[in-house]
């Protein structure tokens, strides 16, 4: 039954997850066989492969590898396209160019590093727990927030961002591409403020919400719906009381748009850091220029907002279809479940 499924596609999520687990299977049967065991093991939550892998014929065990090469070859240009970037930008104002930002500090906030750590020993001392963020808790709707007295001193991280914008896809990629938040091609998928429960990988009692929002913009539903979502994430955000960071996304295929901008103008009033997300960087054809291009507009547009202290002048690049900038991101949140209360920027001025 276990090697049924295995040899069906996988979910473009799990791609990645195949491609490291096979990258060295090849090269020996035994490394096959632990490495078919991961892959298994993580497609159905713990059964053991090795077993079943063991008593294929020979030539099934031959079809297997030779199916592995394939996809390795097929997966060469994308490693050698990301290979080339790194998760963070920044838009240096002297220079007026974006700077790749290759270490994993930063500014203000080391987070992937332990403060004594030098930069060799890389490692991660705040993130989230990469298997243990699928338990969807509440979908709140109508101000019913009755859940939170059993979760009490669960810190929040909100993502908003256009419709579209991939949103749940980035909360399923954050859990190894699980497919806990519903996700559509069209725009208007998600209708509730969405909780769901993670864990810190470091620090085990910490738990805390990841939400997930309704986008803003175009979207198949009535005005009146629309009007109503949109109160509905003001109000969430000015209760905030729990809420420690405010991840943007902005799809990276189409760039910032007026209604991010206007956001972002909103979100002023809050006074919670605001970290901009790129996401579907894989969608941004025209290669490295048009990546550049892309991420110094939405620098520039962002400036005004940097300036007054409430959003981080570096820009988080993510493609959840490959993973890419996921991990840094977990580590983000991970800060954010361990931060006391946040506030950011000067006080606001309520128009
Ligand atoms: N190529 C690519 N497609 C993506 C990526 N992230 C999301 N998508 C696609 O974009 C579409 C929208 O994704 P969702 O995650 O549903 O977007 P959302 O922001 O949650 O949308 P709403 O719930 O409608 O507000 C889906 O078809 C996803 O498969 C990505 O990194 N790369
Ligand atoms: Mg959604």
Same mark, same amino acid.
């Given at each position: 039954?276990?090697?049924?499924r295995?040899?069906?596609?996988?979910?473009?999520?799990?791609r990645?997850?195949?491609?490291r687990?096979?990258?060295t299977?090849v090269q020996?049967?035994?490394?096959?066989?632990?490495d078919v065991?991961?892959?298994v093991?993580?497609e159905?939550g713990?059964?053991?492969?090795?077993?079943?892998?063991?008593?294929?014929?020979?030539?099934k065990?031959?079809?297997?590898?030779?199916?592995?090469?394939?996809?390795?070859?097929?997966?060469k240009?994308?490693?050698a396209?990301?290979?080339?970037?790194h998760?963070?930008?920044?838009?240096?104002?002297?220079?007026?160019q974006?700077?790749?930002?290759?270490?994993?500090?930063?500014?203000?906030?080391?987070?992937f590093v332990?403060?004594?750590?030098k930069?060799?020993?890389?490692?991660?001392v705040?993130?989230?727990?990469?298997?243990?963020?699928?338990?969807?808790?509440? /979908?709140?709707?109508?101000?019913?927030?009755?859940?939170?007295?059993?979760?009490?001193?669960?810190?929040e991280?909100v993502?908003?961002?256009?419709?579209?914008s /991939?949103?749940?896809?980035l909360?399923?990629?954050?859990?190894?591409?699980?497919?806990?938040?519903?996700?559509a091609?069209?725009?208007?998928?998600?209708?509730?403020?969405?909780f769901?429960?993670?864990?810190h990988?470091?620090?085990?009692?910490?738990?805390?919400?990841?939400?997930?929002?309704?986008?803003?913009?175009?979207?198949?539903?009535?005005?009146?719906?629309?009007?109503k979502?949109?109160k509905?994430?003001?109000?969430?955000l000015?209760?905030?009381?729990?809420l420690?960071l405010?991840i943007?996304?902005?799809?990276?295929?189409?760039g910032?748009?007026q209604?991010?901008?206007?956001?972002l103008?909103?979100?002023?009033?809050?006074?919670?850091?605001?970290?901009?997300?790129?996401?579907k960087?894989?969608?941004?054809?025209g290669?490295?220029?048009?990546?550049?291009?892309?991420?110094t507009e939405?620098?520039?547009?962002?400036q005004?907002?940097?300036?007054?202290?409430f959003?981080?002048?570096?820009?988080?690049?993510?493609c959840?279809?490959?993973?890419?900038g996921?991990?840094?991101?977990?580590?983000?949140?991970?800060?954010?479940?361990?931060?006391s209360?946040?506030r950011? /920027?000067?006080?606001p001025?309520?128009?």
């Amino acid at each position: 039954m276990a090697l049924k499924r295995f040899f069906q596609p996988l979910n473009t999520l799990q791609r990645p997850l195949f491609h490291r687990a096979f990258s060295t299977a090849v090269q020996s049967q035994d490394d096959t066989l632990s490495d078919v065991n991961q892959v298994v093991t993580i497609e159905h939550g713990g059964q053991n492969a090795v077993q079943a892998f063991q008593n294929l014929p020979l030539e099934k065990k031959e079809e297997l590898k030779h199916k592995l090469v394939l996809r390795k070859e097929a997966l060469k240009d994308l490693e050698a396209q990301y290979s080339r970037m790194h998760h963070m930008v920044e838009f240096n104002m002297e220079s007026s160019q974006i700077e790749y930002l290759p270490k994993y500090i930063q500014t203000g906030a080391n987070y992937f590093v332990h403060k004594n750590q030098k930069e060799q020993g890389l490692k991660l001392v705040h993130s989230i727990d990469q298997w243990n963020i699928e338990k969807y808790v509440e /979908g709140v709707k109508n101000d019913d927030y009755d859940f939170y007295d059993k979760y009490p001193g669960c810190k929040e991280v909100v993502v908003l961002g256009s419709s579209n914008s /991939g949103k749940s896809t980035l909360i399923n990629a954050l859990n190894m591409g699980s497919e806990a938040a519903y996700t559509a091609k069209r725009p208007g998928k998600t209708q509730a403020l969405n909780f769901y429960l993670a864990q810190h990988s470091v620090n085990k009692r910490k738990q805390g919400f990841i939400v997930d929002s309704p986008g803003y913009g175009y979207v198949f539903a009535p005005v009146n719906i629309k009007k109503k979502w949109q109160k509905m994430v003001y109000k969430y955000l000015g209760y905030g009381v729990r809420l420690n960071l405010i991840i943007l996304c902005i799809n990276g295929h189409i760039g910032l748009k007026q209604n991010d901008l206007s956001m972002l103008e909103d979100l002023q009033h809050f006074r919670k850091p605001v970290q901009v997300v790129l996401t579907k960087v894989d969608k941004i054809t025209g290669g490295q220029g048009e990546l550049v291009r892309v991420t110094t507009e939405t620098s520039r547009h962002i400036q005004k907002y940097v300036a007054k202290g409430f959003v981080n002048p570096e820009i988080h690049l993510t493609c959840a279809e490959h993973f890419f900038g996921v991990k840094e991101l977990r580590a983000r949140i991970g800060v954010a479940f361990e931060e006391s209360d946040v506030r950011a /920027g000067r006080i606001p001025r309520i128009r």
